[in-house]
Structure formats: structure tokens, C-alpha cells
């Protein structure tokens, strides 16, 4: 049973916006840390950014940090991520991510659970 769907990617041009969602329609996750990972052609699976349960702790990747925006949405049980600035390093499919805190989320995350992922292409 699918537990986390990213949905928003696509392509767009850099300098553009794109905003990503993650829904979980099979449980609630409102307890739990939430993120979003990516992963580039040839590289391995790294860690974007992460949002506490409450929302009052947030998390970046330095390569991110100014340009995405990390924000959830407890009633819908769903993550978002605001990519602004998109630049054609960005290019990868972005998954959603939970687990019981951030630091789990990040360091320990074969134990995550995990969405399909999304493709996001940046052209330049």
C-alpha cells in the first residue's frame, strides 16, 4: 500500500518555481518528521530538507538553503516544498521522506518511510 505520493514536478527553466507536495492517504504522519531527498542521474540519494511535526524546526541542505522552503500541513497531512531560484543542478527526482524526528529522518533513513518520487527537470 502506497503511504507517502509526491506530486508538482515537472520541468521548468532555470531561475523558475516549482512547489512539490507529498501526501500520505494511507495513514497520518502529523507526529512524525517529514523531508524531501533527491537524487540526481549518477549520484547518490541526498537529503534536501526536513520539517519537525509541529513545524517549529526546519532543516537545510547548504545547496538548498535561501532558495527551497520546507512547510507542512497537519489537517491534510501533507509536506510541501517551495523551490525557487531553480537551477539545473537542481535536476533530480525529488522523493518525501518520514520518520519519528529529524535527526532519524536524515542519518537513519533506510528505516524511513518513503514516497515513489517526482521529477523535477531544470533547463538552462
Known amino acids: 500500500q502506497v503511504q507517502l505520493v509526491e506530486s508538482g514536478g515537472g520541468l521548468v527553466q532555470a531561475g523558475g518555481s516549482l512547489r512539490l507536495s507529498c501526501a500520505a492517504p494511507?495513514?497520518?504522519?502529523?507526529?512524525?518528521?517529514l523531508g524531501w531527498f533527491r537524487q540526481a542521474p549518477g549520484k547518490e540519494r541526498e537529503f534536501v530538507a526536513a520539517i519537525s511535526w509541529s513545524g517549529g524546526i526546519t532543516a537545510y541542505a547548504n545547496s538548498v538553503k535561501g532558495r527551497f522552503t520546507i512547510s507542512r500541513d497537519n489537517a491534510k497531512n501533507t509536506v510541501y516544498l517551495q523551490m525557487n531560484t531553480l537551477m539545473p543542478e537542481d535536476t533530480a527526482v525529488y522523493y518525501c521522506?518520514?520518520?519519528?524526528?529529524?535527526?532519524?529522518?536524515?542519518?537513519?533513513?533506510?528505516?524511513?518511510?518513503w514516497g515513489k518520487g517526482t521529477l523535477v527537470t531544470v533547463s538552462s
Open positions: 521522506a518520514a520518520a519519528a524526528q529529524i535527526a532519524a529522518l536524515r542519518y537513519s533513513y533506510d528505516r524511513n518511510y
Open positions: 494511507g495513514r497520518t504522519f502529523s507526529n512524525y518528521a
